[in-house]
């Protein structure tokens, strides 16, 4: 229950029914899921989830001084409105500070959309939160909604970035990039750039205990596991 799977047609998580966040979500980001659907706005439970587990509201978040945080973000599904629609499931959002939120976070959402619609890149991005206890505009909280909902200490990110082609997995190398980020999940960061943030994916595997890139061949899982990126940040 607490790493469920669940595969939709935008991205694909696993979610924790004791924090009722998702413990990751992954998704795939290319110049087709970019249009002009706009954004929807609405927020709604997940009712794919079983029935008898707490499927968390909108409301549950009102008055909370935490956002309603995306992992795979609204502007990554802008192809169509039912792609944009999966974004705002509740499944896929976690309580972020809103300086975490709407700050580097957020620039770090954009830079990605950049790399697809200026560098002709496809990336793939995987997204949670870690950790329990964060301060948001009410201060500090370890958890919301009468403890249903876990705040996290920490959000991170693992992007891999390739130019756009066919046949991914044979196409990542030693010179890949890959951006990793740890960002504190509080307020007073708002204007602080995201690059501020990168650590490497070993340093993200060792705070998770998940095995990021495992598909890869070890020698270059390992060679791009242990360095942090140094790359533009806009």
């Not at 909108?58 to 792609?83: A, E, I, L, Q, V």
């Not at 958890?143 to 970035?161: D, E, F, N, Q, R």
């Amino acid at each position: 229950a607490d790493n469920y799977l669940m595969v939709k047609d935008q991205y694909a998580l696993s979610y924790n029914h004791t924090k009722s966040t998702p413990n990751w979500v992954a998704w795939h980001l290319e110049a087709g899921d970019l249009g002009s659907s706009g954004r929807t706005s609405s927020f709604s439970s997940d009712n794919t989830l079983p029935s008898g587990w707490y499927h968390v509201t909108s409301s549950d978040y009102t008055n909370t001084g935490f956002d309603r945080g995306h992992n795979c973000p609204s502007g990554d599904r802008t192809d169509n409105t039912t792609d944009n629609a999966a974004t705002f499931l509740l499944s896929n959002v976690m309580p972020q500070a809103p300086d975490n939120n709407q700050g580097p976070w957020e620039a770090l959402e954009t830079y990605c959309r950049s790399l697809v619609t200026n560098d002709n890149d496809e990336l793939y991005i995987y997204s949670g939160p870690y950790g329990q206890g964060g301060a948001g505009s009410n201060g500090s909280a370890n958890t919301i909604a009468s403890g249903k909902i876990t705040v996290p200490s920490y959000t991170w990110k693992v992007i891999v970035v390739l130019s756009n082609g066919s046949s991914d997995l044979s196409r990542i190398s030693t010179s890949t990039r890959v951006i990793a980020v740890k960002m504190p999940n509080v307020q007073g960061i708002r204007s602080n750039n995201w690059g501020t943030y990168r650590v490497s994916v070993d340093a993200l595997e060792s705070l998770t205990g998940y095995n990021f890139l495992s598909s890869v061949s070890a020698s270059i899982q390992s060679s791009l596991e242990s360095g942090v990126d140094n790359g533009p940040t806009q």
